[in-house]
């Protein structure tokens, strides 16, 4: 099993920046994708963002950024930390959502469903 904590959700500012950390724990996995989603009330969960590692550090193939954010998102790792961050900047109120960190073996992938891991989530809220 994999554990996942997420931290760094609150009330900012149309904008403003927030950073999220997704904190890993338990089983690791040769290669590993950990992908941030988003659930808005009434709406369906949705990748933001995603990053595939192997062996540990090396990174695989392209990072995955919806639309949406690109250009605003960052995905990174600290691996010291066993941490995966995202960055948020010039946030807008159409971000406002509860944040879920998901990780899964293997390649990536942007449907939900298919990852095994799941964080508890955390709440973003952007005021305009």
């Known amino acids: 099993q994999v554990q996942l904590v997420e931290s760094g959700g609150g009330l900012v500012q149309a904008g403003g920046s927030l950073r999220l950390s997704c904190a890993a724990s338990?089983?690791?996995?040769?290669?590993?994708?950990v992908g941030w989603f988003r659930q808005a009330p009434g709406k369906e969960r949705e990748c933001v963002s995603a990053k595939t590692w192997s062996g540990g550090d090396t990174y695989l193939g392209d990072t995955y950024y919806a639309d949406s954010v690109k250009g605003r998102f960052t995905i990174s790792r600290d691996n010291a930390k066993n941490t995966v961050y995202l960055q948020m900047n010039s946030l807008k109120p159409e971000d406002t959502a509860v944040y879920y960190c998901a990780a899964r073996p293997g390649y990536f992938l942007s449907d939900p469903r298919g990852y095994d891991h799941w964080g508890q989530g955390t709440q973003v809220t952007v005021s305009s």
């Open positions: 338990g089983r690791t996995f040769s290669t590993l994708t």
